[in-house]
């Protein structure tokens, strides 16, 4: 199967590489240059680019990719504008490349955006959810409603609990702050913070995490537990409806 290689961009973003012997395909390539330095470095030939969302910082890339690999497909939400695409994506669709020994099912997560999807495949055990779910935390909403990231959250969470978590930023660390200051009693929690520290004092990724480490440790997939339901609470949440402890939660980690 595919082997995957972490490229970084921008300021914090990841562009996920997926290689099998020479041929390559990327996920949300906010920029060209590093992808292209890895692609001619390696001998790859780039068959596909794979979008979750329509920010630029997701798809800043694909314009120059196309100069140079005019033959790559570009796959990506339907409801939204991104560069060049020509396999337009709603959820529910599986696709396939048969050079990457790769399969993959399309999930629709709105909330980020309204677009939004993400990629799943059991055969890997990987999921490239974009701005959706990051480990320690979940994405903004800047298009959809509360209650459609929460959703969208929970079909993410009821993956199997191996899936490998390939988020689009570093974002870890600061996330992690906030889960802390949601949950200070979780134990596991106080763990991974410290394991975290350590990382990125050493400048390396903490991306991806097991979708069962984020069960155990992400308030924003944790709006049932009581400690996180108190402090939703006091920080504006009106009962301890789910949907309400996660709007909560996303309002103060906004300001946090």
């Known amino acids: 199967m595919f082997e995957l290689l972490n ?26 240059s590093p992808v292209l330095e890895v692609l001619t470095r390696e001998k790859l030939s780039l068959i596909a680019i794979l979008v979750t969302h329509h920010h630029a910082d997701h798809q800043g890339g694909i314009a120059d990719l196309l100069v140079q690999y005019p033959a790559a497909a570009v796959y990506g939400p339907e409801k939204e504008s991104i560069t060049g695409l020509d396999h337009p994506l709603s959820g529910g669709e599986t696709i396939v490349f048969p050079e990457l020994e790769g399969i993959f099912q399309v999930l629709a997560v709105p909330g980020h955006t309204l677009g939004h999807i993400a990629y799943f495949s059991a055969e890997a055990g990987v999921l ?18 509360p209650a459609q990231m929460f ?13 490998q978590i390939y988020c689009g930023h570093e ?10 200051a949601v ?18 004092a050493k400048g390396l990724p903490t991306v991806p995490s097991m979708l069962a480490l984020e069960k155990a ?40």
Do not use: M
Not at 7 to 32: C, M, Q, S, T
Not at 226 to 233: H, K, T
């Open 151 to 163: 959703d969208s959250l929970a079909r993410l969470a009821a993956l199997p609990e191996q899936t």
């Open 217 to 256: 440790t992400n308030p924003f997939l944790r709006c049932h537990v009581p400690e996180v339901i108190a402090s939703a609470r006091v920080h504006g949440a009106v009962s301890d409806d789910a949907i309400q402890v996660f709007r909560a939660l996303r309002e103060w980690k906004n300001t946090f």
């Open 128 to 145: 490239f959810c974009g701005d959706t779910l990051f480990t320690g935390g979940c994405g903004r909403i800047f298009e959809g409603t």
């Open 171 to 180: 974002y870890t660390e600061t996330n992690l702050h906030f889960a802390l």
């Open 7 to 32: 490229i970084h961009a921008l300021k914090d973003n990841y562009i996920w590489l997926l290689r099998k012997g020479a041929f390559a395909a990327v996920v949300d390539p906010g920029e060209a």
């Open 183 to 200: 949950e200070p009693g979780n134990r596991r929690l106080q763990k991974r913070v410290d394991e975290v520290s350590v990382l990125r």
